[in-house]
């Protein structure tokens, strides 16, 4: 199954709404880390966005999970990036 990059940006205008929303958006990607389809995930030091890891069968697919995102669904995400990624050197989830 492939692997996604997702890059999720940010806006200082949508702080308020993250940090209410925050608690949500992290177990519903506790969830999917429990059930192996988000390999790791992580906001940017600078506050600008967030890096995500997913397995899906496609990126088509992937686009409909994350639209269920907290983040997502209340418009706080600014843009959504997938990319599909290959890892060469160290860990390979699974490859």
Same mark, same amino acid.
Do not use: C, N, Q
């Given at each position: 199954?492939?692997?996604?990059?997702?890059?999720?940006?940010?806006?200082?205008?949508?702080?308020?709404?993250?940090?209410?929303?925050?608690?949500?958006?992290? &177990?519903?990607?506790?969830?999917?880390? +429990?059930?192996? $389809?988000?390999?790791?995930?992580?906001?940017? *030091?600078?506050?600008? @966005? /967030?890096?995500?890891?997913?397995?899906?069968?496609?990126?088509?697919?992937?686009?409909?999970?994350?639209?269920?995102?907290?983040? &997502?669904?209340?418009?706080?995400?600014? +843009?959504?990036? $997938?990319?599909?990624?290959?890892?060469?050197? *160290?860990?390979?989830? @699974? /490859?």
């Amino acid at each position: 199954m492939p692997t996604f990059a997702v890059h999720y940006t940010y806006s200082e205008a949508t702080v308020p709404g993250r940090d209410m929303h925050r608690p949500e958006h992290r &177990a519903w990607l506790a969830d999917l880390a +429990e059930a192996g $389809v988000m390999l790791s995930s992580g906001p940017y *030091g600078d506050g600008s @966005g /967030a890096l995500l890891l997913f397995r899906a069968e496609s990126a088509d697919a992937l686009r409909e999970l994350l639209a269920k995102d907290p983040f &997502a669904r209340e418009s706080l995400v600014e +843009e959504i990036r $997938v990319v599909e990624w290959t890892p060469t050197i *160290g860990e390979r989830f @699974g /490859a």
